[in-house]
């Protein structure tokens, strides 16, 4: 069955309601082989374009990656980006802002780590993040410092996202944007396996347990921001997480679907670099033992 990335994204200018979005639908391969074949069949494909993407020097493309706890951003990063040259890839993370961080515009940090042009810059975690758990804890904005925030600062930082992804689109840097759409349910069994399984202890919080509290403020939160950013330029895109196989080779898809669409081209060779080229084939063939 086929993966249709438009079945996914988050259309322009529209209301968006995300309990009426599926966290979990029909699978797209059929055995764990088949998954592994088709996603090694991804990798690859991705592995070519990436070299492409380099080569031309003409793109940088940054994928966001945004979700609740335990929805699978690591692993979604790490399977589908495994097959990439880690010299043309490059993975930042943002926690909690540090004191220099909140002493700046909620873009800066982030602004610091785009990628450049030839390569994939991946945020786990993002700007977003000041529009979705600092919309829920008022606690962070209030530390931000910021004179009179307002009862419309999120209507303006939605403003202030969209004219600076706007901006790095003409600039040529693409953006894809993921939520994860995880069920409550699939939390709460994926936490259990948390404690359960003594490897993945480290990955639990306590913390991740409160967090449980504020869920229906998250997806109000997340509803709003997707749909106030949703963008032709730099579409979100809703993915299913339940299934952790499933939501890997979807996200996969979209990824070639969109490096596919920029439709690079390895750079021409001008006749005087064809001559310098010839010329050096020359001397290497006098070489010979």
Known sequence: MKIHSDDFRV????????????????????????????????????????QLLYASNQHAVLLIFQAMDAAGKDGVIRHVMSGINPQGCQVFSFKHPSASELAHDFLWRTTRDLPERGKIGIFNRSYYEEVLIVRVHSEILRAENLPEPGKHVWEG??????????????????????????????????????????????????SDLEERKFWKDYMRAYQDALAATSTRHAPWYVIPADDKQNARLIVSQIILDTLEGLKMHTPPTSPERMRELQAIRRRLADQAD
């Not at 029909?26 to 055995?31: E, V």
């Open 11 to 50: 259309p322009e200018g529209k209301k968006l309601h995300l309990g009426k979005r599926p966290t979990k639908v029909k699978r797209f391969y059929k055995s764990k082989n088949d998954y592994q074949d088709m996603l090694a069949a991804h990798t690859g494909q991705l592995d070519e374009l990436q």
């Open 157 to 206: 930082r939605f403003r202030s996202i969209r004219d600076f992804e706007r901006h790095l689109c003409a600039n040529g840097t693409t953006i894809v944007k993921f939520f994860l759409h995880l069920s409550k349910e699939e939390q709460r069994k994926r936490f259990i396996a948390r404690i359960d399984e003594p490897d993945k202890n480290w990955k639990f919080q306590a």
